[in-house]
């Protein structure tokens, strides 16, 4: 009885959207992480390079249940009036305009790479990739959210997971980006033509049958 009590209460309901939110934040740094490693190809040679492609999608849908139960008690909290509108409309919230919005930001982002990535047989592979590129601008605003939203950070063990996050998210995206260049140079290269050697040169395959064909005339012509 006490526990539902303070789970339905204030602080309760605080303690589980800020729990969710930095849960949420940790799983989708990993999903942003798996997804750059899939993509060039960093997976471990003991793994087959789809199981990082199947782990980065098993994850993302896992994810939004945590978004579903953070956005949730963030709403039903008493203590803040955040509004169900300025769960999708961003900079509507009267209670921390600019950290709110974030997170609404992250939660359109998300949702559009997430429906997208559903219906990815309908719309095409071009499509479903321009769409999947917004998870590199909703991972940022869900972070900025994560700083601003509450005054945790105080805490060590989250200040730890918040800063860890970053981090692994920056070096998965350097990665990425430098791996995309990359790339483009490589196909932006011209092949390598090998140079024909000099003619009459010895060992051209193209000589060996006009030598016979000499020898024949020859000899036809001694045997006459």
């Not at 305009?97 to 974030?102: H, K, N, Q, R, V």
């Not at 040169?201 to 000499?214: L, V």
């Amino acid at each position: 009885m006490s526990a539902a009590a303070a789970l339905t209460g204030s602080q309760g309901m605080w303690f589980v959207s800020r729990a969710s939110g930095l849960t949420l934040l940790a799983a989708f740094t990993a999903v942003l992480v798996l997804g750059a490693a899939a993509r060039m190809g960093s997976a471990p040679r003991r793994l087959p390079r789809f199981v990082f492609g199947e782990l980065h999608r098993a994850l993302a849908l896992f994810s939004v249940a945590f978004l579903v139960l953070h956005v949730v008690t963030a709403l039903l909290d008493p203590y803040v009036t955040i509004g169900w509108a300025a769960a999708v409309l961003p900079f509507t919230s009267a209670y921390r305009t600019l950290a709110i919005g974030l997170g609404t930001l992250a939660v359109d982002f998300g949702g559009a790479v997430l429906l997208t990535s559903l219906a990815r047989a309908r719309l095409g592979f071009r499509a479903w990739r321009a769409v999947h590129w917004l998870a590199y601008l909703a991972w940022p605003a869900a972070f900025a959210h994560s700083l601003t939203a509450g005054n945790d950070l105080r805490v060590w063990w989250v200040a730890l997971i918040e800063w860890w996050c970053g981090l692994a998210a920056a070096t998965a995206v350097v990665a990425r980006i430098g791996y995309a260049i990359k790339h483009r140079r490589t196909a932006a290269r011209p092949a390598v033509v090998a140079p024909a050697p000099p003619a009459g040169s010895a060992g051209r395959p193209d000589q060996e049958p006009a030598d016979r064909t000499r020898g024949n005339r020859t000899g036809e012509r001694s045997h006459l």
